[in-house]
């Protein structure tokens, strides 16, 4: 151990971010399951502790079941969708192919606007007007001869429309991410299996795909939570309504609109630990890989 | 190479072209519904002409979403100039100290902060406005920490620290420690050693962090649905708002959707590298 004179300045430097990191994400995480866990559910009542009725009570309401089916079904859609688009982007553009830092930049664009502008144009888009009232992507579907969909207003599968402009946001990112995997595969590892018979097939199924394990891995991350906590490509796809609800927006409900905070604190809980259940890990195994590396 | 398996590399190749070409035209459907809708005068919002170009175009959308929107710019741009530069100063710090003047723990601590990055904003936000509330009591700035911009400015801040800390240190780990340890013999301090060896360095990394965090200030909602009111709404609540609002016409509504845009898209198109390496480093990738 090194003297504490040597390391005691560096300390001193970070300790008001320690500070603040300490008081605003874990305090303040704290504080929101020690709200979550009391009878406050008007914002002038005492606040009882209960410990976990809030979270059991919750699934007593249909508006929760159906937020929690929505988000499921979004994340599967959203997740799978720029995963694959994304590869496909990257797998087309791996060996290099002209005007590469253009098609780059026009798939990545998406990504520098954000969720509400996104959500005003795909709202415009996916409008579940038909016939004559079509506009958007049943207009354009009505001169292709396509058959004219209900979008984000479908009962059953209206997530799965909204997950069409996070996809379009998203996957642009992803192929970024599988590009830079792709190139970092040596190409004498590529040689080498070549030269011992493998096909072009099986080089990529046997020495490429494994090796872009740990950036799947990441960009499933990011997606995932991402996909969890979403919140203003829904706000500004449809506002309020119940029919394309996830937990965020319920959140937001619970705090502005029935004005109780308990209730609010309880699905920010759940949004908070349906993320931590994976990140977490994730997390500690990153940082002990770099550390062995 | 064969001829047979030259000619079926050339179709791949087009085939591949073709395809990506494809992807890029339904890429840009969104833009051109945002261009062609903005520029319509409202004699032209009709079902029938949805995809059609305007015949007569007109900037009257334009003006109005302008007039609109021009507030919420103005606080956008007084919430992420400073908050980026804020943030940038706080991760420089911090990756300085966390990869080249480590003390015991920093590891720990450094995946601690880590978290902070992933959490889910939703779950400090009830506690944070009341926080925030407390401490416009205490100090008796009415509207100053709840309710108005320096408020947001600091929540973005200190949950900013972690990405911004994160791509610093993720770039001092490549400055060579010999350089330090030069700088040490020669009795310099902490202090001293990062004003005249890593900060002449750093404007890749600066470059990087001003710009993500900026981008993310800029394009933030939820603080500012959560943090903000009617006189420090930024952009997005009240794009939100102005298309929200039933009587807004789609031109208006694409031509705000456009201005609320361009401050992030104009450094996309000019640092787009920067930008890049802001999203790599997001992936945990240095």
Known sequence: MRRARTWLPGLLLVTPSIIAIGVFVYGLLGWNFQLAMTDKHSQVAEGEFVGLKNFVDIWDLPRWHLSVSHTILFTVVFVLGALLLGWLLAFLMEKGIRGEGTFRAIYLFPMAISFVATGIVWRWLMNSGTGERAVGLNRLFGYLGLPEWQWFRDQDWGMAAMALPAIWQMSGYVMALFLAGFRGVPEELREAARVDGCTEWGVYRHVVLPLLRPVLLSALIILGHISLKVFDLIVAVSGKQIITDVPAVFMWVAVFDSHDPAKGATIAAYIVVSVAIFVIPYLIWSVRKERTS | MTAVAGRRGAVFQWTRFGVLCLFVVVFLIPIYVLLVTSFKPLTEADPSQAWNLPRTWTVEAWRVAWEKLAPGLWNSVLLAVPGSLLSCALGSMNGYVLSKWRFPGADVLFTLFLFGMFIPYQGVMIPLVQLLVGL????????????????????????????????????????????????????????????????????????????????????????????????SWPTTVMLNNIAGAQATPYSQQMAAAILASIPTMVIYVLLGRFFMRGLMAGALKG
């Open chain 2, 136 to 231: 416009n009591d205490l100090t008796g700035l009415d509207g100053v920490f709840y309710g108005g911009i320096p408020g947001l400015v600091l929540a973005h801040v200190v949950y900013g620290i972690p990405i911004c800390t994160l791509i610093f240190r993720n770039y001092y780990v490549t400055i060579p420690t010999q350089l330090i340890e030069a700088a040490r013999v020669d009795g310099a301090g902490m202090l001293r050693a990062y004003r005249s060896v890593v900060l002449p360095v750093s404007g890749p990394a600066i470059a990087v962090v001003v710009i993500w965090q900026f981008t993310s200030l800029w394009n933030d909602f939820l603080f500012a649905v959560f943090l903000t009111g009617p006189t």
